[in-house]
C-alpha cells in the first residue's frame, strides 16, 4: 500500500507560478508510475501529467503542455509538479496518483489507470 501525500498548492495571481509536491511511503517508490490529476468544482477529474518510474518517460495534458514540468526524485520518493505561467481555469484541487501504468504518448491518461491516490492541494489563480 502506498500513501501519497501533496503539499505546495495555495493562492497565485494570473502569470504565477507553483510548485507541488508529493512524497510517497510504504512501498517501492521506483516502481510506479506517478501522475497529477485535478478536479475544479463542478468538473470531472482531469489528467495533468505523468511520468515513468524510471522518469524516462513524461506526458503532458494539451492544456499543460509547455507550461507544467512534472519531475520526480526516486532518493526522496517524491514527485513534482512545476506550473508556470498561471491561469484562472487552472484553480482546481490538484491529486498525486499512483500506479504501475502502460506509459504511452497520449494526452490522456484516466484515473482508473492509477491505484493509489493523495488526499490533494487546492491551487487558486486569480485574474
Known amino acids: 500500500q502506498v500513501q501519497l501525500v501533496e503539499s505546495g498548492g495555495g493562492l497565485v495571481q494570473a502569470g504565477g507560478s507553483l510548485r507541488l509536491s508529493c512524497a510517497a511511503s510504504?512501498?517501492?517508490?521506483?516502481?510506479?508510475?506517478m501522475g497529477w490529476f485535478r478536479q475544479a468544482p463542478g468538473k470531472e477529474r482531469e489528467f495533468v501529467a505523468t511520468?515513468?518510474?524510471?522518469?524516462?518517460?513524461?506526458y503532458y495534458s494539451s492544456s499543460v503542455k509547455g507550461r507544467f514540468t512534472i519531475s520526480r526524485d526516486n532518493a526522496k520518493n517524491t514527485v513534482y509538479l512545476r506550473m508556470n505561467s498561471l491561469k484562472p481555469e487552472d484553480t482546481a484541487v490538484y491529486y498525486c496518483?499512483?500506479?504501475?501504468?502502460?506509459?504511452?504518448?497520449?494526452?490522456?491518461?484516466?484515473?482508473?489507470?492509477?491505484?493509489?491516490w493523495g488526499q490533494g492541494t487546492q491551487v487558486t489563480v486569480s485574474s
Open positions: 510504504g512501498g517501492t517508490f521506483s516502481r510506479y508510475a
Open positions: 496518483a499512483a500506479g504501475q501504468v502502460y506509459m504511452r504518448a497520449t494526452y490522456t491518461y484516466t484515473a482508473g489507470e492509477y491505484d493509489f
Open positions: 511520468i515513468s518510474g524510471g522518469a524516462i518517460y513524461t
